[in-house]
């Protein structure tokens, strides 16, 4: 084994000790073994601490005394990690054992990839996919590809490129990740991982979606899906990233699509007012940041090196085609 590890696995966690047991468990038995487990606990309150430093003396904890987010850890961990190559993964994600050998192995495969995203199949529903990389749709929105289709029977997705990584369980070169600035810090969490999908690719360089490497995941468990936080962040970061990263030509398109996407959310699909109320809030305070994320995307926009007819292939139109 190498002095160095390859692969640096970064789990940030916040209370979520009984599940980040299981994902330990998970990582700990894959067939591949030259990496480093680290763990960033986010001032968790329920022991996390002392669990690691009882049963996982391997693990690097690295601990905050408050909930720093989902981005702000995750660069902080990467600036930190030995391995040249650093892994994403969930406390509520559960990887297959040639899980990370499988992502290792794709990148023979697909040199020009900066990351490399798993096939996710849902934890507690079998039988139903979690997701087969990130979509990005033109009206400003995103989803994991393929989520909630059933696993048996559904038409298998090649290895290749996809529009974005899901940063639940994800392989990501690490000089490109710190090269670009890591996770926008803003974000607190939700859509970094969209957001910097985008960057990746107006970078120039692409990113894959790895089918045999198998990951079963919860999904939201922290937080929780239809908790209106999570709708806020979700809304706000939209809005943030589609002002930093969407190209010029198609920002006269995508905007005016995405006002019609929140006002049909507010019409048909949040039906009590603190949902709807999570909605709205997040698009004014992402408004009220204007000025400075129009700064941001001066200085994304500037070092683009990919032109957008190719972006434009991997940007999904409809949501109801497969694509």
């Given at each position: 084994?190498?002095?160095?590890?390859?692969?640096?696995?970064?789990?940030?966690?916040?209370?979520?000790?009984?599940?980040?047991?299981?994902?330990?468990?998970?990582?700990?038995?894959?067939?591949?073994?030259?990496?480093?487990?680290?763990?960033?606990?986010?001032?968790?309150?329920?022991?996390?601490?002392?669990?690691?430093?009882?049963?996982?003396?391997?693990?690097?904890?690295?601990?905050?005394?408050?909930?720093?987010?989902?981005?702000?850890?995750?660069?902080?961990?990467?600036?930190?990690?030995?391995?040249?190559?650093?892994?994403?993964?969930?406390?509520?994600?559960?990887?297959?054992?040639?899980?990370?050998?499988?992502?290792?192995?794709?990148?023979?495969?697909?040199?020009?990839?900066?990351?490399?995203?798993?096939?996710?199949?849902?934890?507690?529903?079998?039988?139903?996919?979690?997701?087969?990389?990130?979509?990005?749709?033109?009206?400003?929105?995103?989803?994991?590809?393929?989520?909630?289709?059933?696993?048996?029977?559904?038409?298998?997705?090649?290895?290749?490129?996809?529009?974005?990584?899901?940063?639940?369980?994800?392989?990501?070169?690490?000089?490109?990740?710190?090269?670009?600035?890591?996770?926008?810090?803003?974000?607190?969490?939700?859509?970094?991982?969209?957001?910097?999908?985008?960057?990746?690719?107006?970078?120039?360089?692409?990113?894959?979606?790895?089918?045999?490497?198998?990951?079963?995941?919860?999904?939201?468990?922290?937080?929780?899906?239809?908790?209106?936080?999570?709708?806020?962040?979700?809304?706000?970061?939209?809005?943030?990233?589609?002002?930093?990263?969407?190209?010029?030509?198609?920002?006269?398109?995508?905007?005016?699509?995405?006002?019609?996407?929140?006002?049909?959310?507010?019409?048909?699909?949040?039906?009590?007012?603190?949902?709807?109320?999570?909605?709205?809030?997040?698009?004014?305070?992402?408004?009220?940041?204007?000025?400075?994320?129009?700064?941001?995307?001066?200085?994304?926009?500037?070092?683009?090196?990919?032109?957008?007819?190719?972006?434009?292939?991997?940007?999904?139109?409809?949501?109801?085609?497969r694509s």
């Amino acid at each position: 084994m190498n002095a160095l590890p390859e692969v640096s696995v970064i789990i940030v966690t916040w209370n979520g000790k009984e599940v980040l047991r299981n994902c330990l468990e998970h990582l700990y038995q894959q067939t591949y073994q030259n990496f480093e487990g680290i763990v960033v606990d986010n001032g968790s309150s329920d022991g996390t601490q002392e669990f690691i430093q009882k049963f996982w003396p391997q693990v690097r904890l690295l601990s905050f005394s408050k909930n720093l987010g989902f981005a702000l850890a995750n660069n902080v961990a990467a600036s930190r990690a030995r391995g040249k190559w650093i892994v994403l993964l969930n406390n509520d994600a559960f990887p297959e054992p040639n899980w990370l050998k499988c992502l290792l192995d794709a990148r023979s495969r697909w040199p020009d990839s900066a990351v490399f995203t798993s096939h996710q199949l849902m934890a507690e529903r079998k039988g139903y996919l979690d997701g087969t990389g990130d979509q990005y749709f033109i009206f400003g929105a995103a989803r994991r590809r393929d989520y909630m289709q059933p696993a048996i029977g559904h038409i298998p997705r090649p290895e290749g490129p996809v529009f974005g990584f899901c940063g639940a369980a994800c392989l990501i070169n690490k000089d490109i990740f710190i090269a670009l600035g890591g996770f926008d810090e803003d974000f607190f969490c939700y859509f970094e991982d969209v957001d910097l999908s985008w960057r990746i690719r107006l970078a120039g360089h692409d990113i894959c979606y790895v089918p045999g490497a198998i990951v079963r995941h919860i999904g939201s468990k922290t937080s929780g899906r239809e908790n209106p936080w999570t709708l806020y962040c979700s809304h706000r970061n939209q809005v943030w990233t589609l002002i930093k990263d969407v190209p010029f030509l198609i920002l006269p398109l995508v905007i005016p699509l995405h006002i019609a996407f929140t006002f049909y959310l507010l019409l048909k699909v949040y039906r009590d007012s603190e949902t709807r109320w999570a909605c709205i809030k997040g698009k004014v305070d992402a408004m009220r940041s204007i000025v400075h994320f129009l700064k941001k995307r001066r200085e994304i926009q500037s070092r683009k090196k990919t032109k957008t007819i190719q972006i434009l292939k991997h940007i999904s139109f409809l949501p109801l085609f497969r694509s």
